[in-house]
């Protein structure tokens, strides 16, 4: 999984690839890669002695569970109020840009903890600088600690794009853009048959009675994950609700 997912890394890092279908998923390999790093990182850390001698409590898990409630609540209730912030009306209206948002704002919470992963580098690293020392001193050392070296690789990864991603493109600054690309892509919807409405303005209907809808003042260009991820975008003052 670690080799896999320096490939992809450096698949999707490369500023003139050769094949045409990279050059337009780059950001997509990027992030496929990051994410199999993640998963060798997190069976690893759990396949130690360390974690499975703490997990075996319940009251560990107890804890954990808790806690996990407790933020996935608490990131619920910022996320609707971020999206309340940018269209003025209940964030029950975007059911898919509060999920989405929900998950950016929980990132934000969990990231501060991915370096906690380097005490665990730290342990891997000393196991490489014995088996280097061993070497030079011309003793035996069975293999070359190659899962060491990988974890070490994939964790500084994850602690790399997590600190990048929480200070560039998902930073909070730029949470309320997200929003809108999100709301305008997953929710509004061109397609309605409302009669003082043009047909080419985006809307999202509101209330359970949907007898008022929220209209976009403006269209946006297509745009695809890439464009969601890195690009900046306009965000109207003022949307037009009518009933």
């Known amino acids: 999984l670690a080799i896999i997912a320096v490939f992809l890394i450096r698949l999707g890092a490369q500023e003139n690839p050769d094949f045409d279908w990279v050059e337009q998923n780059k950001l997509s390999i990027k992030i496929w890669g990051i994410i199999i790093a993640a998963i060798y990182v997190g069976a690893s850390i759990e396949r130690s002695e360390l ?14 569970s808790i806690a996990a409630s407790g ?6 209730g910022k996320a ?7 269209f ?3 964030a029950s209206s975007f059911p898919v ?10 990132f934000h919470l969990i990231a501060p903890f991915l370096f906690a992963i380097s005490a665990a580098i730290f342990v ?17 050392y069975e293999l070359p600690p190659f899962h060491s070296f990988m974890f070490s ?18 930073s909070k600054e730029r949470l309320p853009e997200k929003i809108y690309l999100m709301a305008y892509a997953l929710d509004f919807n061109g ?8 047909k080419d303005v985006s809307v999202v209907f509101l209330g359970a009675n949907q007898k008022s809808v929220l209209a976009t003042p403006s269209a946006l260009e297509d745009f695809d994950f890439s464009t969601f991820f890195t690009a900046s975008v306009y965000i109207p003052s003022q949307f037009y609700r009518l009933e």
């Not at 840009?97 to 929980?106: E, K, P, Q, R």
């Open 51 to 64: 974690f499975k001698s703490i997990w075996k409590f319940s009251f560990t898990k107890l804890i954990v």
């Open 71 to 76: 933020l996935i609540v608490y990131s619920t």
């Open 80 to 86: 609707a109020s971020a999206v309340n912030s940018v």
């Open 88 to 90: 003025g009306v209940d």
């Open 97 to 106: 840009t509060l999920v989405f948002t929900t998950a950016i704002i929980l």
């Open 124 to 140: 891997h690293l000393l196991v490489l600088l014995a088996w280097i020392k061993a070497k030079l001193n011309d003793k035996t």
């Open 153 to 170: 690789i994939a964790s500084a990864i994850i602690m790399y794009y997590g600190w990048e991603w929480s200070k560039n493109e998902l």
């Open 191 to 198: 397609k309605h048959h409302c009669k003082n409405i043009k």
